[in-house]
């Protein structure tokens, strides 16, 4: 074992293998005699540098760099082993260094020095493997580190040295969480992202006695590459799908009396026709673009996000179900918005439905938005993981085939001539198309009812009420005092906003699995029938139960088998300290979360690791009896 | 309700939220700085023609080796041939290495036979730290749409041992994406390791 050793001044430093931001490590060229050869650099563990705003990775004041100089054959004596050494010495500012150095080997006993025992000194912070199984999982930008410890194996801080760039943000802090078995280090993703094959690098593990460094190496799953092919099928797919959105039952109302009002009016005005379906189309394209610029600016915040997201808020949820309840009422009134505003003069109408169009394009978009949620999820999902650019291209294509059908019937009224003349069936039909409108309100609701509990599904209830009334009110407003015309008004206003107000911004109840707040009394009557149960200790400040939560319990598999083996499942919510959480956890032996619990249906509970994946755990609720 | 947090926060902080990192095929941040003759310089200006960023500081080896093999000049002159835009910005803090006056950095130009279109200074770090640069060099090119192509080191020749390496013979990432996105081509190494000194920031 040979070593070259840099004494550098106080304060500057030299590198590691891997610099960090800037910087480079050093070289070793060894000029060898026959017969001998050498390792590469055996790097002992490295330090922090930081040089805000960036983070690098070296040595301060002094290192050894090391190398194992072996011999194939038989060797003279002496030998004379050489060194080109090149380096860089930085404290704010670098400088380039090279030198040579020599040392001369006879032949002889070995004994000891003093060189022996600082050789030794790095090289047991020379990386070795790392004993303990380990896992790395990627969610939201963020590598999660994680690992069983054996007992007394206590490390106090752990930090992730990677081995190449483009894996890792150098600068940004890790986070270092310790559980009674395990530990869990949150590791936040490069911006750069080179979609590396492998999590590589070095842990530095730090406890009392001091810090020991561990080779780490662990094959990730690579992004598909991007496929240039396929964007131009998902366009035309996009397009087709935009099409087809014009017969779904939230959007076929609102488009068919569109479709009526300008047949009426285009007796008289069929010049103008093609205006307002440009004006539509306009509406259409543009609101798509916004969700899509909207998509993009939360996937590039690190949002995990998918189109479908807008029906996960109950808040979002509860305001298109206002819409398609005061829709529905509309279409059963005679009330039809703008038209108050269009009696204005023949010039002002024009106007007024060049808006109007442009309005309902909007709305039309707006509308559509719970429909296309299960009809285009995983379409529209694919197009986010493209470039912004192709993202783009895929939205525009589909509002382009929304927007075509109408936007055809403006340019070639002629079209609908196979239609009865204008009359009264229109009424009628306007009258009908009320009920897909409420249809798809009820089905909302539906969504709802998985989000929050029942009182407030019944409060929103009451607000579609009050939006009904209001808008009754509204039609009923015909009073010839223009004071009392506007004290309606103002009550309607009322209304709308109370209705607005009671609408739920939370999740009442949580939304993967049906799940039950623990109590140990709860717990003692599932027992006592003799119920499955698995008892969840959580905390929202956990990393490990989110992972665990994330990659394992709120997996497809696990939930089917949960459900299909009639296992409970019990949550004990420890994100506020609780006495009678503390004191179970204590029955554990445990002081903190996770601590996950599989009951038979007799007998002592199983404690499940403290790091679930989806394959332990299925493992240990298909044993259970 | 965390995510609509979240939404907000973006809208209304937009180019806060730009700060830090520019991912590939996005829109360059705009900026206005200085130029050597005193002129303020805005990235927008530039929209219609290729733009490249070179965050330099003249006292850094790693800079020096490539202006002192002439790698750097043939790589700007290249780009003068073909008409792209050449910023070489200067990131260091008053008091730091590579902080120069605007007469510094011309006779920095003359002598070294340099031909940026203009040298820019940034001695907040402003912009620097916006684009995220972190090291001297570090590259970046814009196309004519202002959109983000290509970002990392000038060539190959970085990692250990950089000091005895032949740039003249390094494969020059600036000049290969320059080429392939004149001949409408995907660029072969969109993002490299930048290597080099750090960027002497102001803390």
Redesign the interface.
């Given at each position: 074992m040979l070593g070259v050793k840099f004494k550098l001044a106080k304060d500057w430093h030299t590198y590691w293998e891997n610099p960090g931001d800037a910087g480079e490590g050093a070289t070793i060229d060894w000029i060898l005699p026959k017969g001998l050869e050498a390792s590469s650099i055996l790097w002992p563990g490295p330090e922090r540098i930081p040089v805000e705003p960036l983070m690098t990775f070296g040595y301060n004041n002094e290192v050894i760099l090391l190398a194992k100089i072996s011999s194939t054959n038989d060797i003279e004596f002496p030998v004379n082993i050489e060194a080109k050494v090149g380096w860089f010495t930085c404290k704010d500012i670098c400088i380039p260094q090279e030198g040579i150095v020599d040392i001369q080997i006879n032949e002889g006993l070995f004994v000891s020095s003093s060189y022996r025992e600082e050789i030794n000194d790095y090289l047991v912070t020379v990386p070795g493997d790392f004993s303990q199984d380990y896992r790395i999982e990627k969610l939201d930008g963020s590598f999660f580190l994680q690992t069983d410890i054996s007992d007394g194996e206590h490390f106090d801080d752990i930090y992730f040295f990677p081995k190449e760039y483009g894996l890792t943000s150098y600068a940004e802090e890790q986070i270092y969480e310790k559980n009674q078995n395990s530990f869990i280090l949150e590791i936040k993703a490069s911006k750069a992202d080179l979609n590396l094959s492998k999590f590589e690098g070095v842990i530095e593990a730090s406890n009392k006695e001091g810090k020991s460094y561990y080779q780490i190496s662990f094959p990730l799953t690579v992004d598909l590459p991007k496929n240039e092919q396929g964007i131009l099928l998902l366009i035309v797919f996009a397009f087709l799908g935009g099409l087809i959105l014009n017969i779904m039952p939230c959007v076929f109302p609102i488009l068919s009396i569109k479709i009526l009002r300008f047949m009426e009016h285009g007796e008289n005005s069929s010049s103008q026709a093609y205006k307002f379906g440009l004006f539509y189309t306009l509406g259409v394209i543009l609101s798509f673009l916004l969700i899509a610029l909207l998509l993009i600016l939360l996937k590039s915040s690190g949002e995990n996000i998918g189109w479908g997201f807008q029906l996960q808020y109950p808040l979002v949820i509860s305001i298109l179900f206002y819409l398609f309840v005061a829709l529905g009422f509309m279409f059963m009134s005679n009330l039809v918005f703008g038209s108050q505003m269009g009696q204005l003069s023949s010039m002002a109408q024009v106007k007024n439905e060049s808006l109007e169009s442009f309005l309902t394009g909007i709305l039309a978009v707006v509308v559509a938005s719970p429909c296309t949620a299960p009809f285009m999820g995983s379409a529209i999902g694919f197009a986010l993981l493209q470039p912004s650019g192709n993202s783009f291209l895929i939205f525009l294509s589909l509002g382009l085939g929304f927007a075509l059908p109408y936007l055809v019937l403006s340019v070639k009224p002629s079209l609908l001539s196979f239609l009865p003349k204008p009359g009264a069936w229109m009424e009628t039909f306007k009258q009908f198309m009320a009920f897909p409108m409420w249809a798809s309100a009820l089905w909302l609701l539906w969504v709802l009812s998985g989000q929050v509990d029942s009182n407030t599904v019944l409060l929103v209830l009451v607000g579609g009420l009050a939006i009904s009334l209001s808008l009754w009110i509204l039609e009923k407003n015909t009073s010839p005092r223009k004071w009392l015309r506007w004290l309606v008004r103002f009550i309607v206003l009322i209304l709308v906003v109370g209705s607005i107000s009671i609408i739920p911004t939370e999740y009442s109840t949580k939304d993967t699995q049906e799940e039950i707040v623990f109590s140990e009394e709860i717990l003692n009557e599932y027992r006592e029938a003799k119920e499955l149960v698995f008892l969840n200790f959580t905390a929202d400040w956990c990393i490990t139960c989110k992972v665990n939560e994330r990659v394992a319990l709120s997996s497809k598999k696990v939930t089917e088998l949960m459900s299909k083996r009639n296992i409970i499942y019990l949550e004990a919510d420890w994100t506020r300290k609780d006495g009678a959480i503390a004191e179970k956890l204590e029955q554990f032996g445990r002081t903190g979360v996770p601590l996950y619990l599989l009951y038979p249906s007799e007998g002592e509970p199983i404690i499940l690791p403290e790091i679930l994946t989806e394959d332990i755990l299925l493992r240990y609720l298909n044993e259970l009896s | 309700?965390k995510?609509?947090i979240?939404?907000t926060f973006?809208?209304f902080y937009?180019p806060h939220?730009l700060s830090?990192?520019v991912?590939?095929?996005?829109n360059a941040p705009e900026f206005k700085l200085l130029d050597s003759y005193g002129n303020e310089i805005s990235l927008s200006s530039f929209i219609g023609k290729k733009v490249v960023l070179e965050w330099t500081n003249h006292?850094?080896?790693y800079v020096a080796k490539h202006y002192e093999t002439g790698n750097m000049q043939s790589t700007q002159e290249f780009a003068k041939e073909e008409e792209i835009i050449w910023l070489s910005i200067i990131s260091s803090a008053p008091g730091?290495?590579g902080y120069v006056s605007s007469d510094e950095a011309n006779a920095l130009t003359i002598t070294r036979k340099a031909s940026p279109s203009h040298v820019l200074f940034d001695p907040t770090g402003k912009v620097g730290?916006i684009y995220?640069a972190?090291?001297t060099p570090h590259m970046y090119i814009i196309n004519e749409e202002g959109?983000m192509k290509y970002?990392?080191a000038i060539d190959d020749a970085?990692?250990?041992?950089?000091?005895?390496r032949d740039l003249l013979k390094a494969k020059n990432y600036v000049k290969e994406s320059l080429q392939q996105i004149g001949a409408g081509e995907e660029i072969s190494s969109p993002?490299t390791?930048p290597?080099?000194?750090?960027?002497?920031?102001a803390?």
């Open positions: - | 309700m995510k609509f979240t939404l973006l809208i937009f939220f830090s990192y991912e590939n095929e996005n006292g850094c080896p730091t290495q730290r995220d972190k090291t959109i970002q990392g970085g990692g250990r041992g950089f000091m005895s993002v390791k290597y080099g000194c750090s960027v002497k920031y803390s």
